[in-house]
């Protein structure tokens, strides 16, 4: 088994960009940009590196690689739900309209495509928390995320998950919390392929069981700080392995974890659900590339009470126990099952 990253080939050859402005607020583009790509395979087993440069694929292969794209749509500057960056995307947005949507590019070679998003923000690892029964008002949703449109009933409140350093690694987005609700629904059955920091994995994913909502969170003798970044909804469904973890680090074992209610030594077991954005009461869908996966952990016991705030409610709970280490996971669908 290897790793395969692929990054750009030191040799590129010239791309051209025509762009029109169409109004004071933006226009369209097209392009036609050649990329020579670079391939680096690690092996799982024994760490050995191999290279393969683009350059050495011959002029097929590359003619082959020339992606274009036409009409595409720029805004003149990036707002929200696109992540403004000052100096380098503030006179020139790709694929946001001047009304603000963010728009899927496509761009097509011969033999590969991909599409682009406008920049948007990283998201966090979080530690979940389960939290302690008490009343919750049922209220039935529509949710809409890459696997199904339906409605679902929001039964309990069942965890508040923390934004968490993992590592050592940076916050990014510290003040959204999420809070997760008890959901139902039919099993998919879809195969994925799923790959983040701790390696590649390939799950069966089934029913729908919680859906994650961003959440302001306020300690007791503390000031309830807004949002910085908003963030989606998830729609978190149960999941079965298919294949074993494939990494060159190895399995995930111990990683340390800090957050806003202290630091741990955390131990990763099974990949427990897979939570997908998810655009709810069609309120829009912000940023639909970064999914969830969250395993299952073993860590030290909690005990304190803080206040949340989101869409559904405004209340005091008690967190309990650490349940589960959510971890930004990217994933490709591989198929249905019958």
């Known amino acids: 088994m290897w790793d395969i990253s692929v990054s750009l080939s030191d040799q590129q050859q010239q791309g051209q960009m025509q762009i029109h402005q169409t109004s004071e607020d933006g226009g369209t583009f097209s392009s036609f940009l050649p990329v020579s790509p670079k391939f680096t395979f690690i092996n799982i087993n024994g760490g050995e590196t191999r290279t393969l440069d683009g350059q050495d694929l011959g002029p097929q292969v590359l003619n082959g690689l020339i992606f274009n794209a036409a009409n595409v749509q720029w805004r003149a500057g990036c707002i929200d739900p696109a992540l403004p960056i000052a100096g380098v995307n503030d006179l020139f947005c790709a694929s946001q309209a001047t009304d603000g949507q963010k728009l899927l590019t496509v761009e097509q070679a011969l033999f590969a495509s991909h599409g682009i998003f406008p920049v948007q923000p990283s998201l966090e690892h979080f530690q979940c928390y389960k939290l302690k029964k008490t009343k919750f008002e049922q209220r039935n949703v529509t949710l809409n995320d890459q696997f199904e449109n339906t409605s679902s009933k929001v039964k309990k409140r069942k965890d508040l998950c923390n934004p968490a350093r993992k590592n050592n690694e940076p916050f990014l ?34 029913k729908p069981k919680l859906l994650m909502v961003p959440t302001e969170k306020q300690e007791q003798g503390g000031n309830r700080k807004r949002i910085e970044t908003e963030t989606d909804h998830f729609q978190c ?25 202290g630091s741990s030594k955390v131990r990763v077991k099974a990949p427990k659900y897979l939570c997908t954005p998810v655009d709810k009461n069609e309120e829009g869908l912000q940023h639909p590339v970064r999914h969830l996966l969250c395993y299952a952990t073993e860590a030290d016991k909690q005990s304190r009470r803080v206040r949340i705030r989101n869409q559904f409610e405004k209340t005091g709970v008690k967190v309990k126990k650490p349940s589960e280490f959510c971890v930004p996971t990217l994933k490709q669908v591989l198929d249905a099952a019958a």
């Open 173 to 206: 987005n510290e003040r959204a919390h999420l809070t997760r609700y008890a959901i139902s629904g039919k099993a998919i059955n879809t195969s994925v392929a799923t790959r983040n920091q701790f390696g590649s994995q390939n799950l069966l994913v089934k």
């Open 237 to 261: 469904y149960s999941v079965e392995t298919e294949t074993g973890i494939r990494s060159v680090d190895g399995k995930p074992k111990n990683v340390r974890v800090k957050d806003q209610f």
